[in-house]
């Protein structure tokens, strides 16, 4: 996949530094050539010897090694390779790249180059939420910089949350969406997918069947076409596609502020199940059995995601798509629904009983514009997926 293409990998100093190694080896395997740089951070955690060993190659580390200097300058370094990689991206190095500060090998080598850049950023999840780094993040990601990751988990430090680095075939398929030639490269596109929970107390909660299954397909078909994607899942039964960036939501809430987080995108795709309703007053202690009482539940409006996406003033995406699971009326329902929520397109689909829709492996719609109501055979989700996708680059290529 990678056969001949020329990566510049930049290893930061963070505890993840070791993931550096398998990734070398990895994208080696692929056929690419690795050029190590390792910052002095870095080596406090990988050795240079090490890394060296894996990448066949030396590895630069000082901008003023004189030596180097002689066999390659440090602007040819960067501009030679096909895509510079960051991987751990440390906050200091993300701040230093959105800065354009330039004082040692990796930030001069950022700077001085055109090359395509994809981060992999690795750090406590603090210094991860921490405003300054959410600016720098926002600041990259305007630059055109590639962003892979943080996966939420655990981490060294003990804590847990967002921040550690994302795992190597995740970087892997980041690197080859990042070097594809599809014609989404370059573009910015938001999925959104799964159900949403919605709590009653803290063990219970309100959700829906949906798996999840289209919108990690269409991320996935999005990706391939060579898609920047931004993934925002409910708690779906189906892994989420691999090169994405992952953002993990549980309620409708949390899903429209990690929505938000994800905006300016080119274009959005709301494949979520989202809950219309969430429990007003949700118990912070289980409820109890009592004798001869049942709990009242009442419930209180979510916001509509799709709606508010669809109706923003300013920096609105260039193409927003809906989707609409019907039992009845499926067409009529999803051309009103469209009107009324001010998306371009509708992705309408019959989940009636029996179809074996939600939570299947096929899936039968209809894709309704402004001007049309396309019905498209029963196939197979991913196949869906693909046809969406190339439909999204052709309407985007044909915006501009
Ligand atoms: O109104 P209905 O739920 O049928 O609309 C379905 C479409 O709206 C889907 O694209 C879904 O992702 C989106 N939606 C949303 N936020 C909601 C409800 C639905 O984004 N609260």
Request: negative net charge.
């Amino acid at each position: 996949m990678l056969a001949s293409k020329r990566i510049l990998l930049i290893i930061g100093g963070g505890i993840a530094a070791f993931k550096s190694l398998d990734l070398i080896r990895r994208l080696r395997e692929q056929g690419a050539e690795v050029t190590p740089v390792l910052t002095r951070a870095g080596s406090e955690f990988v050795t240079p010897l090490s890394i060296s060993a894996l990448a066949g190659r030396k590895v630069f580390q000082d901008l003023f090694d004189l030596t180097d200097e002689a066999e390659m300058g440090h602007i040819e370094l960067s501009r030679s390779a096909d895509l510079i990689v960051v991987a751990p991206a440390t906050a200091d190095l993300m701040a230093k790249m959105a800065g354009g500060q330039a004082d040692d090998l990796a930030s001069t080598l950022l700077l001085a180059t055109d090359t395509p850049v994809l981060i992999a950023p690795a750090m406590n999840v603090r210094m991860w939420e921490h405003a300054a780094t959410q600016r720098n993040l926002a600041t990259l990601r305007s630059d055109g910089i590639g962003v892979v990751g943080p996966n939420e988990g655990d981490m060294a430090c003990g804590e847990h949350g967002p921040g550690r680095m994302a795992e190597v075939p995740e970087v892997i398929a980041a690197v080859q969406a990042a070097l594809a030639d599809g014609p989404l490269k370059g573009r910015r596109v938001l999925v959104t997918s799964g159900p949403t929970h919605e709590p009653i107390d803290p063990v219970r909660y309100i959700a829906n069947r949906s798996s999840g299954a289209q919108g990690t397909a269409l991320a996935r078909a999005l990706g391939a076409l060579g898609a920047e994607v931004v993934f925002v899942t409910g708690p779906a039964s189906v892994p989420p596609p691999e090169g994405v960036e992952v953002v993990r939501v549980e309620t409708a809430q949390e899903m429209l502020a990690a929505v938000e987080a994800a905006l300016p995108v080119d274009a959005a795709v709301f494949a979520a199940a989202v809950a219309d309703w969430h429990v007003l007053g949700a118990s912070l202690s289980k409820l109890k059995k009592t004798k001869g009482g049942l709990p009242k539940l009442e419930f209180a409006e979510n916001p509509d995601i799709l709606a508010r996406v669809s109706q923003m003033k300013a920096g609105r995406p260039g193409l927003v798509v809906g989707f609409a699971a019907e039992t009845d009326d499926v067409i009529e329902n999803a051309t009103a629904k469209r009107a009324r929520k001010g998306c371009d397109w509708i992705v309408a689909n019959d989940v009636g009983h029996g179809t074996g829709i939600m939570g299947g492996t096929e899936n039968a719609v209809t894709l309704i514009s402004a001007d049309a109501a396309e019905p498209w055979p029963r196939m197979p989700k991913a196949r869906v997926a693909q046809q969406l996708a190339e439909r999204i680059a052709r309407a985007l290529l044909d915006a501009h």
